[in-house]
């Protein structure tokens, strides 16, 4: 560990190489999800109807579209970091690491789905 | 990697080893409402999408599910709809009360215990708040 400050240890000689960097990104994507999920509500709850026309239409815009993506960027990598701690606690032997992998897969998969979704009804220019 | 665990050696106090107060509550609450967000919520936002992606007759299929003929919502959409609104806004608000107890704040008993009541009176009142104004807009 050499004799580095305190801070510096913190910032990359501990045994996780990376100091505070899961716990910061999780209060960082708190942030972003609280505010995009207000955005997202609201406009759900505005909507003047939930048939699939007037959905797609608000959907369409990029006033719809570009938060949506940012919601779903924000709110997968939250999901991403939380069931990860939660693995972490509760799975003790070797599948842990199976279900790691495998809440990797689900998040990045889930988000390439969704953007991919987003921008199909957007560039489409639902009627 | 393998356990390593001395089985005859007691486990750190468990979730049954406590009074239920509401402090405790809101802190397990908090993880399961994030895990059924990060698992339901997901599923949920992403069958939404990809019907939207595919075009009306998926979306109908969609809002089949969680409806009934004449608009409201069925027993599906009551614990779906519903129930994963108002796990979204329990963990928004255990969440923000999160935010200030990682700055060291809210630790003094009595402010720690009506901070985690407040999350529920918020995640309850959000909750009938969001679902009486969409219900009335549809009912004309």
Known sequence: MGNGTSIGKVRGLGSAKEGTHHWWQQRLT???????????????????????????QWLASPWAA?????????????MRLGLQVVIEDYQHDETRIVFLILLNFFALSGAVLAIFSILKVAFAGAA | MANVRNEKRPLSPHLTAYKWGPHMAVSIIHR??????????????????????????AYALFLDVFTVEAGGLNIAGWIAGVGLTWVLFQHMGSGVR?????????????????????TFVFS??????????????SNG
């Open chain 1, 66 to 78: 570009v938060p949506m993506i940012l919601l779903v960027f924000s709110t997968f990598y939250h």
């Open chain 2, 124 to 137: 309850v009142v959000a909750t009938i708040g969001f679902w009486v104004f969409i219900l009335e807009k």
């Open chain 2, 98 to 118: 999160h935010l200030f107890l990682d700055q060291g704040a809210n630790f003094e008993l009595k402010g720690n215990r009506n901070t985690a009541l407040a």
């Open chain 1, 30 to 56: 708190a942030g972003s999800n609280l505010v995009l999920m207000l955005w997202f509500v609201v406009s759900l709850a505005l909507l003047p109807g939930y048939d699939y026309a007037t959905v797609s």
């Open chain 2, 32 to 57: 399961a409402t994030g895990a059924a967000l990060g698992i339901g919520g997901v599923l949920l936002l992403l069958w939404w999408l990809a019907a939207l992606a595919a075009g009306g007759p």
